[in-house]
């Protein structure tokens, strides 16, 4: 009886624990104070959402009718970007999307480590220009362009963005 109750207890211990990102590749103040925020609030929401479903439940059954609860509309998402090259890669996400009265929602001065991925909590349908590059110099930085309601990993590599020339 208390082997399936372990595997049971680890199995969900290991699955919160890889649910759980720190952002621990934000070297900016302001975007990593802005990122905690994001995930603040994204868990909020969500215990939340789990306390009024259970509680919705609970007094549909003592009151014998069918109450439910409409789960909030979801504002954040994770998207995992991925440096697939062997140097460390220099990130800096800019959007239109404000995070407050006077502040967009962009992060700075990412630094992935080579072969290594990073999760970034982002506003939904928004769209990001992603600078990057494996030097800290701003001078050749790749631009790409994505929307996060359809992304939910981005492979960064350099050269990516750049057409080749044919002779």
């Not at 090259?85 to 995070?99: E, H, K, P, R």
């Not at 982002?122 to 362009?145: C, G, K, Q, R, W």
């Not at 309601?149 to 002779?167: C, F, N």
Request: aromatic share 8%.
């Amino acid at each position: 009886m208390k082997k399936p109750l372990i595997y049971i207890l680890s199995l969900t211990t290991l699955v919160l624990l890889q649910a759980c990102a720190a952002p621990k590749y934000f070297h900016d103040p302001l975007s990593l104070k802005r990122q905690k925020e994001l995930r603040q609030s994204r868990s909020a929401n969500v215990v939340f959402d789990i306390g009024a479903t259970l509680t919705s439940s609970i007094v549909g059954a003592a009151l014998d009718t069918e109450v439910t609860y409409v789960f909030s509309d979801q504002q954040f998402k994770k998207i995992k970007l991925l440096n697939i090259s062997a140097d460390t890669m220099y990130i800096n996400m800019l959007t239109d999307v404000y995070w407050d009265e006077n502040n967009y929602c962009d992060f700075m001065d990412i630094r992935i480590p080579p072969m290594l991925g990073c999760k970034v909590m982002v506003p939904i349908d928004a769209n990001y220009h992603l600078y990057f590059s494996n030097t800290p110099e701003s001078e050749d930085d790749e631009m790409l362009e994505i929307n996060t309601s359809s992304t939910k990993r981005v492979k960064l590599v350099p050269g990516m963005t750049q057409v080749k020339e044919e002779e």
